[in-house]
Structure formats: structure tokens, C-alpha cells
């Protein structure tokens, strides 16, 4: 049985309007009576919730928004109160001048209001940093920050994005000097009503501006070196209260109308995976030859401090849960995994039916996908350093290529390289900087060198019947050749790359990248940057027809290291920014799901029922799954019944549960999106939706 979802359940109760001893109406009310000492949160290995949904276990309805340092948010009981501490310490780790350790609570419907709280610096003035209160919080890049500063100041400023690459987007309204005793309580308040937003230490005045760049949102604490807080209170007046209550029900009349428009997710299969089952470590793929999709499930075994790992079983299941075969020796302590399992199935050597590909050591092994059986292997290249591979220098304090004598794959995937007509090349690389090309018959091809990110696109922009390879801020032609890189425009690496004519309509092809702390990058394809957007360490891309009466298909990223979970819709056609929404404070593979097959997309969350979901591209919660205790870490989005629409492939170590529509279609033409090919996947590849439609066969 999971554990009850009890984190939607407590913010709704805290944040019920209820009368305050004043007249006016309290919205929000702590003392952190309600918590037991001890940490605040708990939260996975941190870059484990990039992929996966793994419950992050706040109480008195906090979300944490930074996902670097969960662990330092801690509850104590002093002289019977209890209080709650941030003890992080070092600010040039943490922060970097640029992320901020944050805890909201509150509803992005909040209007106007006031936010007090009871604050002990506890920083020593010499090593003291940004400690206070956060109102009109939009996203954990845009909000107002009031509170004690660096060199015994009082801050009151706004945070509206960054101003260049690791720069904060600092707003100051307000800075004056004041002395203050590091032990002794102060009280915060803000009052916050339209443009004017007064500020007050323990009842004085200290800040009285007019400034409305936000309109209403969260509430937060922010501490960048230690802080002590004792209550929290959000009062409004019993009209502006009025008002919200009123923009409550709209939006959840909303939310009610359109999720009763779309089919309810409804269970298809339910497979057990006991002792062999795996994280987001599964290949589709159809392995006997039945003209089925197969399911193969990967274990591994991680060293060098996870950035490596090694094989270490593999089992395959077709859908009704039935085993093929298994290699190696299955153990649940092997299930995890937070990078890319280097496994692909795909008909390499162009007989019609599939083998699977995978590195194991030094060698690359292919199976015969009927059997497991051995077919045949080769060994991988040497481990040595080049030269030229000047983006070494960025990865070799934690990637370490250099302690052993072979390579470890990072990843495998397929190209039509030679003109063949056929996916038959193979190319194999390390984590980041070299990248070998083979084809079907395991012989070298060409090498290259750059900062490779992690796993390539393949797209024939040049129209020869050849594929490019677009990898990191980099285009290689067909025969290793750069054609043109942003190595020395960009810095970081490059999470997903992608390309293609997105608008639609012949005016062009466009280069979209998620270049982590660098943002959103949308060049032309002569590699000259079109657009800039500096929305923080944009994770993971992907693009579908998530707004149908926009021109072209919409860029979709997600955030993580920093600010993970916001969300924000670019153009295909312009490369602009259409909106943003943040409804969650992790990770997600973000794919597009034809679920309705009437044209528009949706992007799934996860599948967990509280905090999951699929979004469309207003970010409204649109379709949710039911509370039967699915597994819901990881997902894939998958056509399997043969109806175009997608299915839901939802798992965790334990088990895979298959979602389908609880309503057949109705139309007479379906939409049927082309997607990237299965003997691609990868954690790190931008799933794109290709609009097409099928008629409908009655």
C-alpha cells in the first residue's frame, strides 16, 4: 500500500479562509506545532527527480523550490516552542549568486494580502546573507524578497529572471543599514495591496514603495546562511478574500469542464517485475518478432560516484507479462538509475528482426532479441585523452574518463549515416567530449570531439539522404565533419538538442536546445543564435501541437538544477516565449500524449494522482490519474493497442501498469503524430510530435 498523498490534503487546510481575531480574514497560519523535530523534508539523490517522480515529504504544506540542500531545512523544539531553522552555510556552493534555498506555501491565487512572520537572524553579522520572507512568489525565478541582508542591511527587492549567464535578476526597491542582534526575534511584515507594498520591522516602517511587476501569488521563507523562524501568518481583507474565493471557483469550474471533456486514463495491463524490475531504465521494442512491442527491463550497477555504471541484467517481457529471456543476475538493489542505461533495441543488421545493443565493459554485445543469445561483439575504443578534446577540461573533476584502460559507453544510438536508406550506423560516446561512429558491421567510421552534452539528434538537414548529427552546441555532417558549433558562444552543456522545419509551413528549419544553465537556445540552422532566453538550467526539451490555434508545434522545457519544475511554451515558428506555468518542484520527461487524437497534445507530469497529471498547454491539470495504487515513478508514452492515440507506461521497481482511454474515438480521421523511433531512446533525447493524421476505419 503507498503512503496516503497528504501534502495536497494539509495546503488546502491551511489555506482556508477563516475569520482572524481583527476582522479581517486569515488565509494562512503556522507555528510549526504540527511538525516533529527533525528534518524538514526528505528528497531522493538529487539528480534522481530529474526523470523520475519520487514523493518529496514536506509537511504543514511547504513545498521546498530548490532542489540543492533539502536536507539543511530542520525543526527544533526550544523552551516549548518549536521553530524552524535553516542551517545552510556556505553561499558561493549553494547559491552561486544566482539560486536561492526557498520553501513556499500558499496558492498562486492569492491577491492582495499581508505576510508576517517571526524571524531570528541567528547569521553572524561578518557571514550573514539573505534571510526573510517571500510574497507574490510566481515561480521560484520571479517574486519579492523582503528581510536582513549581507553587512547589517534590510533588503527589500524583486527577483525577475537572471541578467546574464549564473546572474541574478535583482530588482532593488529598498536598502538601508540596520543593526541587528543576531539571538534576538524580529517580526516581518509586508503588507502588500496593488501597487503598494509597505514594509515594517517589528511595527516600523522601513520600506513604503509603489511597484506592481507581480500581482498576487505564494508565499515563501528564503535563507541563504542560518535563520531561525517561529510563525507565519497571511491575513487579507474580507473583500480582497471575496475575491479569491471567487477566482477559486472559476478556476476549478474550469478545471471540471475540461477534464470531463477528455477520456479518463483506464488500466489496460498490470505486469509484476519482481526482483528484475528498474527506474526509467526500460526499451521498447518488438523482440520475437510478433509485430508487438516488447518491454525490456535494465538493471545496472553504478561507480565512480554514479556517473558510470555497468549493466548488470536484463529481462524481457512482452505485454501480458510473460519473460523471453533474462541475462545477468536480477537484484532490486539495481534498480535505480539517473542517467542513461547504454541498451537500445533495433534491427541492426537488417535481417527484419530486432537485436539488442548494449555495452557491458569493454565490449558491445549484440543479442539475438528472439533468445538473449550472443550473436556476436567487439571491443570498445581505448580510454586515452586526445588532444583536441578541449571540453575535457570541464568534466574530467567528476566524469573521469582517464582512470580506466576502455571506454565506458555513455550511450548508444542509430543514423543512417552512409546513405543507406536504413538506421544501420552506430555511434557510441563517453560523458561529454568524444563520440565514435560504426556502421552495421561494428567497423569504425569517423571520431570527433566536442562539448557532446549527452545524447545526439538525427536529422538530413542538408537533404543528401544523409544524417547530420546535431549533439551538444554542435552540427557534425554525415562524415564527422563540424560544420558548425556554439562551443565558444555557450558554456555548461547542452541537456536535449533538437531539429526541423517546426513552423510547418517551408519557411525554415530551427535548432532548439535546452542548454542547462545557459537556457533556451534557438538558433537557425547555420548555427546563428535567433533567440536567447535565460529562464534558468533548462532541462529537458520536447515538442508537440500543444496549443492548436498557435502556428506550427510549441517548444516545451522544463527546468531542474535551480528551479526545477518550471515550466515554458516557445514557438516553433518565432522562437518567442508563449507562457510559463510551474505546478510541480521536480523533474519530468515532460513527452507529449495524444490522448484525445483530435489534434492537441497534452504534456504528462507523472502519473501520480496528486501531484501528476497531464497539462495542456495553458498548464491546466487536464486529465488525472486515478488514486489505485499504480506505480507511478517512471513513464513512457507509447501507441500500443493500435488505436493512434497513446497509452501510458507507468512503473517503479515493482511493477508496470499500462493506462489506456476509458472511451473509444469517435471522428472519422484520428490524429496519428510521428515520434522519434524507440531504438533512439534515451532519457536525454526530445521526444517531437510530427503532426499526421490516419482515416478511420469503421
Not at 514557438?571 to 506555468?581: A, K, L, V
Request: with cysteine; net charge negative.
Amino acid at each position: 500500500m503507498k503512503p496516503t498523498h497528504w501534502l495536497g490534503t494539509l495546503l488546502i487546510l491551511g489555506t482556508l479562509s477563516v475569520p482572524a481575531q481583527n476582522g479581517r480574514v486569515r488565509l494562512y497560519y503556522t507555528d510549526f506545532s504540527r511538525l516533529s523535530p527533525g528534518n524538514f523534508g526528505e528528497q531522493a539523490v538529487r539528480g534522481f527527480p530529474e526523470y523520475h517522480f519520487i514523493p518529496r515529504r514536506f509537511t504543514d504544506g511547504w513545498d521546498i523550490v530548490n532542489n540543492r540542500g533539502p536536507e539543511e531545512w530542520k525543526v527544533f523544539e526550544l523552551e516549548g516552542r518549536q521553530v524552524l531553522d535553516y542551517l545552510g552555510y556556505n553561499a558561493e556552493v549553494w547559491t552561486r549568486d544566482f539560486t536561492y534555498p526557498i520553501i513556499v506555501t500558499g496558492e498562486a491565487l492569492w491577491g492582495d494580502y499581508s505576510l508576517e512572520a517571526g524571524v531570528t537572524p541567528l547569521s553572524r553579522p561578518d557571514v550573514a546573507d539573505l534571510r526573510g520572507v517571500v510574497f507574490r512568489y510566481q515561480s521560484g525565478r520571479q517574486y519579492y524578497f523582503y528581510g536582513f541582508g549581507p553587512n547589517q542591511t534590510i533588503l527589500l527587492r524583486y527577483r525577475d529572471g537572471e541578467k546574464g549567464f549564473n546572474q541574478d535578476g535583482w530588482h532593488e526597491l529598498g536598502s538601508t543599514q540596520q543593526a541587528v542582534d543576531p539571538a534576538r526575534e524580529y517580526r516581518l511584515r509586508v503588507d502588500a495591496y496593488g501597487s503598494k507594498i509597505v514594509c515594517r520591522l517589528d511595527d516600523k516602517i522601513v520600506f513604503s514603495v509603489a511597484n506592481d511587476r507581480f500581482r498576487g501569488g505564494r508565499v515563501g521563507l528564503l535563507a541563504c546562511s542560518p535563520v531561525r523562524f517561529h510563525e507565519v501568518s497571511v491575513e487579507t481583507t474580507a473583500r480582497e478574500n471575496a475575491a479569491y474565493c471567487e477566482r477559486r471557483k472559476k478556476q476549478n469550474d474550469e478545471l471540471h469542464a475540461l477534464r470531463s471533456q477528455n477520456p479518463q486514463p483506464a488500466l489496460w495491463k498490470r505486469i509484476a517485475t519482481p526482483g528484475f524490475g528498474a527506474a526509467r531504465a526500460i526499451r521498447l521494442g518488438d523482440l520475437d518478432g510478433d509485430g508487438r512491442t516488447d518491454l525490456l527491463v535494465v538493471q545496472n550497477i553504478p561507480f565512480f560516484g554514479g556517473n558510470y555504471h555497468q549493466i548488470s541484467c536484463m529481462t524481457a517481457l512482452d505485454l501480458d507479462g510473460n519473460v523471453l529471456w533474462q541475462i545477468g543476475k536480477p537484484n532490486s538493489n539495481h534498480a535505480y538509475v539517473s542517467y542513461d542505461p547504454a541498451v537500445q533495441i533495433h534491427d541492426i543488421d537488417d535481417d527484419g528482426a530486432c537485436e539488442v545493443i548494449y555495452a557491458h565493459e569493454r565490449r558491445i554485445k549484440v543479442l539475438d532479441g528472439r533468445t538473449g543469445r550472443l550473436e556476436t561483439q567487439f571491443q570498445v575504443p581505448e580510454s586515452r585523452i586526445q588532444p583536441e578534446e578541449k571540453s575535457w577540461k570541464e568534466y574530467k573533476h567528476y566524469y573521469r574518463r582517464d582512470h580506466l584502460p576502455f571506454l565506458n559507453v555513455d550511450c548508444i544510438s542509430f543514423a543512417d549515416l552512409r546513405g543507406s536508406g536504413r538506421p544501420l550506423d552506430m555511434i557510441i560516446k563517453d560523458r561529454h567530449t568524444r563520440l565514435w561512429a560504426y556502421n552495421n558491421k561494428l567497423e569504425l567510421l569517423w571520431t570527433a570531439s566536442a562539448n557532446l552534452s549527452h545524447f545526439p539528434y538525427f536529422y538530413d538537414l542538408d537533404h543528401d539522404g544523409k544524417d547530420e548529427v546535431f549533439i551538444g552546441y554542435s552540427l557534425l555532417d554525415h562524415d564527422g565533419r563540424t560544420v558548425w558549433t556554439l562551443d565558444d558562444r555557450l558554456q555548461d552543456h547542452a541537456d536535449g538538442i533538437c531539429a526541423g522545419d517546426f513552423c510547418l509551413d517551408g519557411s525554415g528549419n530551427r535548432v532548439f536546445i535546452a542548454a542547462s544553465d545557459d537556457g533556451v537556445v534557438v538558433a537557425s540552422p547555420e548555427g546563428k543564435i535567433l533567440r536567447h532566453h535565460r529562464i534558468g538550467h533548462a532541462q529537458t526539451p520536447s515538442v508537440g501541437q500543444f496549443r492548436p490555434e498557435i502556428p506550427g508545434l510549441e517548444f516545451c522545457n522544463i527546468n531542474y538544477w535551480g528551479e526545477p519544475g518550471l515550466i515554458t511554451l516557445y514557438s516553433g515558428c518565432t522562437g518567442d516565449e508563449i507562457t510559463r506555468f510551474e505546478l510541480i518542484h521536480a523533474g519530468s520527461p515532460i513527452m507529449p500524449v495524444n490522448w484525445r487524437g483530435d489534434g492537441q497534445e497534452f504534456i504528462l507530469l507523472s502519473t501520480n494522482p496528486a501531484e501528476g497529471g497531464m497539462v495542456d498547454g495553458w498548464g491546466r491539470r487536464v486529465v488525472m490519474f486515478p488514486s489505485d495504487d499504480h506505480p507511478d515513478m517512471a513513464y513512457l508514452v507509447h501507441d500500443l493497442t493500435g488505436d493512434p492515440r497513446d497509452e501510458i507506461i507507468t512503473w517503479d521497481p515493482h511493477a508496470i501498469w499500462i493506462y489506456t482511454q476509458s472511451s473509444a474515438f469517435s471522428g472519422e480521421r484520428i490524429y496519428a503524430p510521428r515520434r522519434p523511433p524507440t531504438y533512439n531512446e534515451s532519457n536525454y533525447v526530445p521526444v517531437i510530435s510530427w503532426p499526421d493524421w490516419k482515416e478511420v476505419r469503421r
